[in-house]
C-alpha cells in the first residue's frame, strides 16, 4: 500500500520561510516520480514541483526562485522548501506520487495517482 504523510505547515508571515515533509513508503519512494500540490480555497489544485529518483526537478512558475523540492534518500523523504512566501501561497499542500519513474514536463494533477492527506500553510500580509 502506497504511503504519503505530508507534515510542515502552519502560520507565518509574508516573507517567512517553512520546510514541508513528505514521508513516502519506501518502494514508491525508491521508483516514482514524487511531486507537491497545492489548493487554496474554491480553487483548483495547482501543481507546485516535482522531482525524480534521480535529481531531475520542475518548478511551477509561480513559485521558481521561492521554492527547492529535494530527496534525503536516507529517509525516504521529499522536502519543499519555502522561502520568500507570499499571502497567495496560502493554501493546503499536498504530496503525491506518479504512476511511473519520469516526472515529464508538466505537473499535471491527473498524471498523479497516490494522495497525502494534506498540510495547511497559511502566510499572512
Known amino acids: 500500500q502506497v504511503q504519503l504523510v505530508e507534515s510542515g505547515g502552519g502560520s507565518v508571515q509574508a516573507g517567512g520561510s517553512l520546510r514541508l515533509s513528505c514521508v513516502v513508503s519506501?518502494?514508491?519512494?525508491?521508483?516514482?516520480?514524487i511531486g507537491w500540490f497545492r489548493q487554496a480555497p474554491g480553487q483548483e489544485r495547482e501543481g507546485v514541483a516535482t522531482?525524480?529518483?534521480?535529481?531531475?526537478?520542475l518548478y511551477a512558475d509561480s513559485v521558481k526562485g521561492r521554492f527547492t523540492i529535494s530527496r534525503d534518500n536516507a529517509k525516504n523523504t521529499v522536502y519543499l522548501q519555502m522561502n520568500s512566501l507570499k499571502p497567495e501561497d496560502t493554501a493546503m499542500y499536498y504530496c503525491?506520487?506518479?504512476?511511473?519513474?519520469?516526472?515529464?514536463?508538466?505537473?499535471?494533477?491527473?498524471?498523479?495517482?497516490?494522495w497525502g492527506q494534506g498540510t495547511q500553510v497559511t502566510v499572512s500580509s
Open positions: 519506501e518502494y514508491t519512494y525508491n521508483i516514482r516520480c
Open positions: 522531482v525524480n529518483p534521480g535529481t531531475g526537478t
Open positions: 503525491a506520487a506518479r504512476a511511473g519513474y519520469l516526472c515529464g514536463t508538466t505537473i499535471a494533477r491527473a498524471d498523479f495517482r497516490d
